[in-house]
T-cell receptor, first 115, second 116 residues
Framework: DGGITQSPKYLFRKEGQNVTLSCEQN?????MYWYRQDPGQGLRLIYY???????QKGDIAEGYSVSREKKESFPLTVTSAQKNPTAFYLC??????????????FGPGTRLTVL | AQKVTQAQTEISVVEKEDVTLDCVYE???????LFWYKQPPSGELVFLIR??????QNEISGRYSWNFQKSTSSFNFTITASQVVDSAVYFC?????????????FGSGTRLLVRP
């Protein structure tokens, strides 16, 4: 089945630790995205990647880092510099990022809690 | 700046009632796309519809229908004969150009509760 997988589903982090959230897609999409969702709010863009080995900051990139070494993988690292990391993180992909027509498809999300 | 407003934070209806979720947007672009997504309790966002700014025809898909009115910058979503499985958070989104790419601007979502 084609789709987007995220792991883990739940993640607990102690303050001061870096953690990495996994996102994998087998849809052969060029573009991938990371969003953050806080309770009662919409999604906000953290980082996006249009192609392998390339990525750009979104609206709230501070305290986060990404890599795109393979087309199907776009891991997100939440660093200790992120002051309020507790949130629900959603990964998405689209065929390309350069067309406004392209629909973004989402993974099941990772809920991160800082203890 | 582009903006999407979903003024209804939460709606509660009884099963089989019709319900409309409102979405109002702001954009300077002449060409743009609007989207609706459903987020069930599991958390994953499920794509429902995409509509371009040149197509103001209403769309119907089963119990779902969408009313796009450019004159009022609205893209409302109606569920007819609601069912318990429709309970979810629904997001309206607008595509916005950024550099050589596009991103989605999301509204804050409307939580729909359908009671048996």
């Amino acid at each position: 089945d084609g789709g987007i997988t995220q792991s883990p589903k739940y993640l607990f982090r102690k303050e001061g630790q870096n953690v990495t959230l996994s996102c994998e897609q087998n849809l052969n999409h060029d573009a991938m995205y990371w969003y953050r969702q806080d309770p009662g709010q919409g999604l906000r863009l953290i980082y996006y990647s249009q192609i392998v080995n390339d990525f750009q900051k979104g609206d709230i990139a501070e305290g986060y880092s990404v890599s795109r070494e393979k087309k199907e993988s776009f891991p997100l690292t939440v660093t200790s510099a992120q002051k309020n990391p507790t949130a629900f993180y959603l990964c998405a992909s689209s065929i390309v990022a350069s067309k406004s027509t392209d629909t973004q498809y989402f993974g099941p999300g990772t809920r991160l809690t800082v203890l | 700046a582009q903006k999407v407003t979903q003024a209804q934070t939460e709606i509660s209806v009884v099963e089989k009632e019709d319900v409309t979720l409102d979405c109002v947007y702001e954009t300077r672009d002449t060409t743009y796309y609007l989207f609706w997504y459903k987020q069930p309790p599991s958390g994953e966002l499920v794509f429902l519809i995409r509509r371009n700014s040149f197509d103001e025809q209403n769309e119907i898909s089963g119990r779902y229908s969408w009313n796009f009115q450019k004159s009022t910058s609205s893209f409302n979503f109606t569920i007819t004969a609601s069912q318990v499985v429709d309970s979810a958070v629904y997001f309206c989104a607008l595509s916005e150009a950024m550099d050589s790419s596009y991103k989605l601007i999301f509204g804050s979502g409307t939580r729909l509760l359908v009671r048996p």
